[in-house]
C-alpha cells in the first residue's frame, strides 16, 4: 500500500485517503494546500485545498505558486552540478577560489562541504543586521558577515550539522563561476529547460508570479498574515517558488538526462562519507532513507507560514509534493 510519509509495495492509495488528510483545510477561511502524487510518470493525484489569499477570496489551486523554503536546496544543488560538469567548478575546490573575502577561514572547507553540510561554519542570522548594517540582508551579505564574523565550528568533513548558511554561499559561487545572477541562471538554466514556467527565485529582482500563495500563522480562532521577513531575500537555502504541476515536470526531469548526467546525479543521491569513513545519509540537497527495503530521497522545508514536502521513492518511481500554509500542518 502507498504511505505518503514512505513508498509502495502494492495498489496505490485512493484519492480519498488524501482527500481525508486535508479534510479540515477546505473552508474559505482557512490557509490552503497543495499535493501531486506521481507513479512511472502518471499523476495518481493532484488537488488543491482552502484559501491561497484568504484577505483576497482567493482559492489554492495546482498552479498556484508556493515558497519551497529548503526544498530549493535541490534545485542550488543542481546549478552546482551544472557547472561542475561544464568544468566551471570542481567539487573538491576550496570555497576561497570564488569566495576569496572569506580567505580567514582557510583553504579546508571546500564546496563540497557546503553541499552535504559538512563545512563546520556558525549560523549568522542573528548578527547578520548588526555586523552589515543591512536591515533586510541580500545574500552577499552572507560572505560579508562571514568576511568578518565567526569562527569554525568544526573541521571541515568531520561531521555533518544541517547549513542554511552553506546554500547561501553556494548560490554565491554559482554566481561567480558563471558570471550570472543566481536567480537568472536557475530560471534559465534549469526552469526553462524543464518546462517550469511558474516557477522563479523570488530575490531582490522582485519577478512576478501569475498566481501565488501567502503564508499565515495562528491568530486567536483565526489566521493572520505570516509572510514577510527581513530574510526573505536570500537565496540558494530558499527563496524558490513553485507549483506542485511545476514539480511533477521537475520530478520527472529527475530520471532523465536532460539536466546533468546520470552519472552526476547518483553522487546527488549518495551519502556523504565523513573524515572518519562513516556515512551519513545526506547527498546534494536530498536527505536519504529507506522505507521497507525501498530507497527514498527527499527534503522538507518551512518558512513564513509555509510547509512544504518533496519525496521520491527511486525503486518505484513513486513521487509526492505537497506543501501547506496552515501552520502546523505538514
Given at each position: 500500500m502507498t504511505n505518503l510519509s514512505g513508498c509502495t509495495t502494492g495498489p496505490t492509495t485512493p484519492s480519498s485517503t488524501v482527500d481525508e488528510l486535508f479534510a479540515d483545510v477546505t473552508s474559505t477561511a482557512t490557509p490552503g494546500a497543495?499535493?501531486?502524487v506521481i507513479q512511472d510518470g502518471k499523476v495518481l493525484q493532484k488537488s488543491a485545498y482552502g484559501m491561497a489569499d484568504i484577505e483576497r477570496g482567493v482559492p489554492f489551486e495546482t498552479d498556484t505558486s508556493t515558497r519551497l523554503a529548503s526544498v530549493s536546496k535541490q534545485f542550488t544543488a543542481m546549478a552546482i552540478m551544472l557547472l561542475e560538469e561544464k568544468g566551471k567548478l570542481d567539487y573538491d575546490d576550496p570555497i576561497t577560489r570564488f569566495l576569496p573575502e572569506l580567505s580567514r577561514f582557510g583553504d579546508g572547507i571546500t564546496t563540497r562541504n557546503l553541499l552535504n553540510?559538512?563545512?563546520g561554519l556558525p549560523a549568522y542570522y542573528d548578527v547578520m543586521v548588526?555586523?552589515?548594517?543591512?536591515?533586510?540582508?541580500?545574500?552577499?551579505?552572507?560572505r560579508d558577515t562571514y568576511a568578518a564574523w565567526g569562527e569554525p565550528l568544526f573541521a571541515p568533513g568531520e561531521r555533518y550539522e544541517y547549513s542554511n548558511p552553506g546554500y547561501e554561499l553556494l548560490a554565491l559561487i554559482v554566481e561567480r563561476a558563471s558570471g550570472e545572477v543566481f536567480g537568472d541562471f536557475v530560471e534559465e538554466r534549469i526552469f526553462a529547460e524543464v518546462g517550469m514556467t511558474n516557477s522563479v527565485v523570488l530575490d531582490d529582482r522582485h519577478p512576478k508570479l501569475a498566481k501565488r500563495a501567502y503564508g499565515y500563522r495562528i491568530d486567536g480562532d483565526g489566521f493572520a498574515l505570516n509572510d514577510d521577513d527581513p530574510l526573505n531575500y536570500i537565496v540558494g537555502s530558499g527563496g524558490i517558488y513553485s507549483t506542485v504541476e511545476d514539480l511533477y515536470l521537475w520530478d520527472q526531469a529527475l530520471y532523465g538526462e536532460n539536466l546533468v548526467s546520470k552519472t552526476t546525479l547518483a553522487k546527488a543521491f549518495s551519502p556523504t562519507r565523513l573524515n572518519s569513513g562513516e556515512l551519513y545519509p545526506y547527498g546534494f540537497g536530498w536527505s536519504l532513507a529507506e522505507h521497507l527495503g525501498h530507497r527514498r530521497i527527499e527534503h522538507g522545508?518551512?518558512?513564513a507560514g509555509f510547509r512544504h514536502v518533496k519525496r521520491r521513492c527511486l525503486d518505484d518511481r513513486l513521487g509526492r509534493s505537497g506543501v501547506t500554509t496552515r501552520p502546523g500542518g505538514g
Open positions: 497543495a499535493i501531486i553540510h559538512t563545512a548588526e555586523v552589515t548594517g543591512v536591515e533586510r540582508p541580500l545574500t552577499r551579505h552572507a522545508g518551512r518558512w
